[in-house]
C-alpha cells in the first residue's frame, strides 16, 4: 500500500539562504511526504558528510532513487533506511550525502504516515505516543560560530522546566528572549540576532550570564512557574592546541572543567551542551562525576547522534545526555536508535535542530514518538516556530 512510487529531489532554499535538499516521496496508493534537510555552522568532525547540494542531488538521483522507487514501501522506515546506507555504501553517507539521505527518510516516513491517515508522531512511535511534551530549550542569547562579534559561548538557552504544557513553555521561552531586548535596549546595547534568532549582543559572557539570569527571573516570576537556563559551549570549536579559547580566556582542560562546574552550581544551571572537546571522553566523564546529578552534560559534537560514540560515552560516563540531530548521521531509523541507546542507559535525549534550517517540522514529531524530554529548536524566527508551533498543535490534536 505504501511502495513508494516516485523521490523527487531538487534545491530549495534554508533560512541562512544557503541551497538545502528538499525531497518529495509519493506512494502508489497516493501518498505524500516532502522533507528538507538541516544544515550546520559549528558541525561536530565525526558528523555524517554534507555534500554540496548540486553533488548530493545528482548521486542520490543515480545511487539512491532507483532503489527506491517501485521496491521499497514509505511506511517501512527501516527498509527505507537500510536501502538508503546499502545505495550510499559508505559509513558516513559521503557518496550521496548525509543531507539528501535525511531528506528522503524523513520525506518517507511522512508519506508513510499520509497514507495511514495517522500523524508523523504516531506513525514513527505507535499508538500509545502522544502524551508526552518535550521542554524546548530556547536559545535566546548567542554567538560563537552563529554571530560574529557576539558571545564567545554559542548558546545561552532557557530551559523552562516547571511550565504545566508544552504550550506555556513555548510562550515563556518567547517571554524571555523578548525581555531580554528589553534589557539591552536598556542598556543602550545594540545587538543583531544569530543564525538561530538569538540576541547577539557585543557583550563578554560573564555580562550574558547576568543577563539571562536577570530575565529568566523576571519571567519566572510573570508565568509562575520555574524557568532555568543553561548553554551551548560548542568547545569543539574553541579547542587549540589543547587549550579552551573563549574570547581573552583560555582554560586547560581542568580549568575548563572547574569553571564549568563552578557556573552550574552559581546558575543553578539545567543544562550543558558540549563543555569540553569533541573527543574528549575522559574530561566529559571527570565532569558528569562532580556535576551529573544536578544538571544534564549533553554530547553534541561528541556523540553527533552515533550509536557507536554514544556506546563508548555509556561506557567511560561521559555526560548523562544526547543531542539528537538526524542530519548529523543522515536516516530516522539511526536517530530512533541513538534514542533508545541513551533511554536504556539513563541517558536524557535532547532532539535538535540545525542553525541552518528550513520549515520542515520533523524533529517536534520525531521528539513527541519518542518520548525525548528535551527539544532545542530556538526561539523565535519562522524557522524555528515551525517546530515549536507544530508541537503546540500536536499537543492541542490538531493535526
Ligand atoms: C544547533 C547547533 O548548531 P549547528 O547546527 O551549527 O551545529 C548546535 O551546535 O547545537
Ligand atoms: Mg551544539
Known amino acids: 500500500m505504501t511502495r513508494i512510487e516516485t523521490v523527487r529531489l531538487r534545491a530549495v532554499l534554508d533560512s541562512r539562504g544557503n541551497k538545502t535538499v528538499e525531497a518529495d516521496v509519493l506512494t502508489e496508493s497516493g501518498g505524500f511526504g516532502r522533507a528538507a534537510a538541516p544544515s550546520g555552522a559549528s558541525t561536530g568532525e565525526y558528523e555524517a558528510i554534507e555534500l554540496p547540494v548540486n553533488e548530493a542531488i545528482a548521486a542520490a538521483r543515480e545511487h539512491a532513487v532507483p532503489r527506491l522507487e517501485g521496491r521499497v514501501y514509505a511506511g517501512d522506515q527501516r527498509e527505507v533506511d537500510e536501502t538508503l546506507r546499502a545505495a550510499d555504501g559508505t559509513e558516513d553517507f559521503s557518496e550521496i550525502g548525509a543531507n539528501s539521505a535525511v531528506a528522503i527518510s524523513m520525506a518517507a516516513a511522512k508519506a508513510g504516515a499520509d497514507v495511514l491517515g495517522a500523524p508523523l508522531y504516531q506513525h514513527l512511535g505507535g499508538a ?205 531509523s539511526d536517530a530512533f536508535d541513538a534514542i533508545e541507546l541513551a533511554t536504556r542507559n539513563g541517558y536524557e535525549s535532547v532532539v535538535s535542530h540545525r542553525s541552518g534550517e528550513t520549515e520542515d517540522t520533523t524533529i517536534a514529531h520525531l521528539a513527541v514518538a519518542t518520548d525525548a524530554p528535551f527539544i532545542k529548536t530556538g526561539t523565535v524566527q519562522g524557522e524555528r516556530t515551525a517546530k515549536l508551533n507544530e508541537l503546540i498543535r500536536i499537543a492541542d490534536e490538531a493535526l
Open 128 to 332: 500509545f505516543r502522544g502524551g508526552n511534551f518535550p521542554v524546548p530549550l530556547g536559545n535566546v542569547v548567542g554567538g560563537g560560530e552563529h554571530a560574529q562579534e557576539a558571545t564567545a559561548i554559542q548558546e545561552f538557552l532557557a530551559a523552562p522546566v516547571g511550565a504545566p504544557s508544552v504550550k506555556d513553555a513555548v510562550f515563556a521561552n518567547a517571554q524571555v528572549h523578548a525581555e531580554i531586548g528589553d534589557l539591552l535596549e536598556e542598556r543602550d546595547t545594540p545587538a543583531a540576532k544569530g543564525d538561530e534568532g538569538a540576541w547577539a549582543p557585543p557583550i563578554s559572557d560573564a555580562d550574558a550570564f547576568e543577563l539571562v539570569a536577570e530575565a529568566v527571573e523576571t519571567v519566572e516570576d510573570e508565568v509562575g512557574f520555574e524557568i532555568k537556563f543553561g548553554l551551548d559551549m560548542a568547545a569543539a570549536e574553541t579547542f587549540e592546541d589543547g587549550e579552551y579559547v573563549y574570547g581573552d580566556e583560555v582554560r586547560s582542560t581542568e580549568e575548563q572543567i572547574d569553571y564549568v562546574a563552578g557556573l552550574v552550581d552559581e546558575y543553578d544551571l539545567a543544562y550543558v551542551e558540549d563543555p569540553l572537546d569533541e573527543d574528549a571522553y575522559e574530561a566529559f566523564a571527570e565532569l558528569t562525576d562532580r556535576v551529573g546529578d544536578r544538571t544534564l552534560i549533553c554530547g553534541d559534537d561528541l556523540f553527533v547522534t552515533n550509536v557507536e560514540r554514544l556506546e563508548d560515552g555509556i561506557e567511560e560516563g561521559a555526560g548523562n545526555s544526547i543531542l539528537i540531530k538526524p542530519n548529523q548521521i543522515g536516516t530516522l
